[in-house]
């Protein structure tokens, strides 16, 4: 019987652990591969007065010849002033693939998938002669792997949200989720959404942040509001989908009589 585990861990290990290099036989084909054919992928900005946003990447890797990585990164980042301020970040993929057979004789293909948020939420204390306050959201992550109109897989991160005085990281994972496919065409789908808010305050400097981004582009400006985080790890910042594909596991023999 297929053991979910083994794929978890080959799945996750080629996309999280780093390579090293040894001097041993050459390594087996995968029975599998994925070949990415067309894209459409965009990263939405929006900002009113004192914000801004950071970033807006969507990068799509192929570690190995049956894995391909999606990381969907940026930050946003909202001040107050005499008005009331807003950024946001919308992301959406349509990846258009194919599974293809490296040999004959092969099982049916069996095809994971995975989502994951990193990131981290703030909103800043309004102070002894502030009122307003801000909010900061990162919305659902979603990622789907469809045949034509049939739904194959589907992964949905759960949505975060915090208001005043409130911090939050976020290392959210759901997955895998995996099932007994055919080779052929797919297209896999993905959207992620983060946003902030705040209100007027003149006297005493207040900010909302939701930062989800492994390489931060936000002014020095606003260094202040991210020090709460400055010392964690970055790289793996992000919504990263991960798209796996192995050849199915043999049927259990039967028993002898």
Not at 217 to 233: H, I
Not at 250 to 256: F, G, T
Request: a neutral charge; glycine letters at 10%.
């Amino acid at each position: 019987m297929f053991d979910r585990r083994s794929f978890l861990l080959a799945g996750m290990t080629t996309v999280l652990a780093p390579r090293f290099n040894f001097a041993a036989e050459p390594a087996v084909a995968a029975p599998y591969r994925i070949v990415l054919r067309s894209r459409h992928a965009e990263a939405i900005p929006t900002r009113a007065k004192d914000a801004q946003t950071g970033g807006g990447s969507i990068i799509v890797e192929q570690p190995e010849p049956n894995t391909v990585v999606v990381t969907m990164g940026g930050s946003v980042v909202a001040g107050s002033a005499f008005h009331q301020s807003h950024a946001s970040l919308a992301f959406e993929l349509t990846q258009d693939l194919e599974i293809v057979p490296t040999r004959a004789g092969l099982r049916p293909p069996r095809l994971g998938l995975i989502g994951r948020v990193i990131g981290t939420l703030q909103v800043t204390d309004p102070g002894k002669c502030g009122k307003s306050c801000g909010t900061s959201e990162q919305g659902p992550a979603t990622a789907s792997l469809c045949a034509g109109d049939s739904n194959l897989l589907a992964v949905s991160v759960p949505p975060a949200a915090l208001s005043c005085c409130q911090e939050l990281a976020i290392n959210h994972r759901e997955g895998p989720v995996e099932a007994v496919a055919a080779a052929g065409g797919y297209t896999l789908s993905g959207s992620f959404r983060i946003g902030v808010t705040q209100g007027k305050g003149v006297w005493h400097r207040q900010a909302a942040v939701a930062d989800f981004d492994p390489a931060p582009q936000l002014d020095g400006f606003w260094a202040d509001a991210l020090k709460p985080f400055r010392a964690v790890p970055r790289r793996d910042f992000g919504f990263k989908i991960v798209v796996r594909v192995v050849e199915d596991a043999a049927p259990p023999a039967a028993p002898e009589k």
